[in-house]
């Protein structure tokens, strides 16, 4: 007897088809056609996503209604994404996997920086500045002190990149990116100049970079779609701990996209999206400048040796 000849349990032949008689029977044939798929990578994760899914709705006996459910709400995930929103990225970050593949494919060896998930805002191509001007489009070149304390603190971040042999990177990007404090991105606020609180930084010669800023603020993830059901239904709250974003990239080594989040932010111990790592959070001192309160944050970055390789902007 050839292994083609074993019957799997609980499947009946009927003119030299397997068909399956019982729920459980249905696996090994499901199993059959995923091995089907020639590129192995494919087929490792074809056939490990369906096996999970296959044995999560035996093991929890779900219902057609339930089912239905679910199905509707990826569907409203994809409807709901557009210009200002990406629902998609959003509910897998709400599920702690956006944060689990970044860990899991940056895991920093000694010394080096660790990563976070991108969330949903970042933009390719964002202008590059230089050194030491503020991304804060309300501020521009005016002096701190001339500011409206309305607009928030200022801000002043710097710090040095280094690469996998501990030297200073010149030449490295540092792309930044935060939200105002209304708690908005550009991109999701048509009140806000075009890239604002977005910008690129080239290191000088010795690694370092330093822009302005203003303090960010906690603010909450979108809760006007699905993601937002979601979120009540668990009775979670949406606001993510103030932080700043980062793309760290240089020749030769592997991009770093990361977070840093200010150690008095009131909700660190409960990121709705899970991306708060004690390696992420970051004093934001404050000191006083020529009669005015400004914060600073100074943030070095470690990079992996690698090829640089950039994500797709999750909304344009
Ligand atoms: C963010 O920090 O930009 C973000 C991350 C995940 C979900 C929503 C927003
Ligand atoms: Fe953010």
Redesign the pocket.
């Known amino acids: 007897m050839n292994a083609a000849d074993i019957k799997p349990p609980g499947t009946a032949s009927l003119q030299g088809l397997l068909l399956p008689t019982t729920p459980e029977s249905l696996w090994p044939l499901v199993k059959q056609a995923m091995q089907g798929t020639p590129e192995p990578r494919a087929r490792q994760l074809l056939l490990g996503l369906s096996e999970c899914l296959h044995r999560f709705v035996l093991e929890h006996a779900v219902t057609e209604a339930e089912f239905e459910l679910a199905l509707d709400f990826v569907v409203r995930l994809g409807h709901a994404t557009g210009q200002h929103t990406n629902e998609v990225v ?1 509910a897998a ?1 709400l599920l702690g996997l956006s944060t689990l593949v970044a860990l899991l494919n940056n895991r920093p060896l000694k010394g080096h920086s660790e990563a976070a ?1 991108l ?3 970042w933009r390719a191509n964002v202008p590059f500045y230089p050194l030491g001007s503020s991304i804060d489009q309300a501020l521009g070149d005016a002096p701190e002190a001339s500011r409206d304390p309305a607009l928030g603190m200022p801000l002043l971040v710097s710090g040095q990149v280094f690469g996998a042999q501990g030297q200073p990177l010149a030449d490295a990007v540092v792309d930044v990116w935060q939200a105002s404090p209304v708690g908005l ?1 550009e991109n999701q606020d048509p009140s806000q100049p075009e890239m604002n609180l977005r910008g690129r930084f080239r290191t000088d010669a010795q690694g370092r970079y330093h822009f302005r800023s203003v303090r960010p603020a906690g603010y909450p ?1 979108p809760t006007d779609g699905p993601c937002g059901e979601l979120l009540r239904l668990q009775q979670r709250h949406p606001n ?1 701990p103030a ?1 700043l ?1 980062f793309m760290v990239s240089a020749e030769g080594h592997k991009v770093l996209v990361s977070q840093v989040f200010a150690d008095d932010a009131a909700t660190l111990g409960s990121d709705p ?1 899970f ?1 708060v790592t004690q390696g992420l959070v970051g004093h934001f001192k404050t000191v006083l400048k020529q009669g005015v309160e400004q914060a600073e944050l100074a943030q070095d970055f470690h990079l992996l040796p690698g090829e640089p390789v950039f994500p797709a902007a999750p909304i344009p």
């Open positions: 959003l970050d998930l969330g949903p805002f991105y993830v993510r932080h974003h999206v991306g």
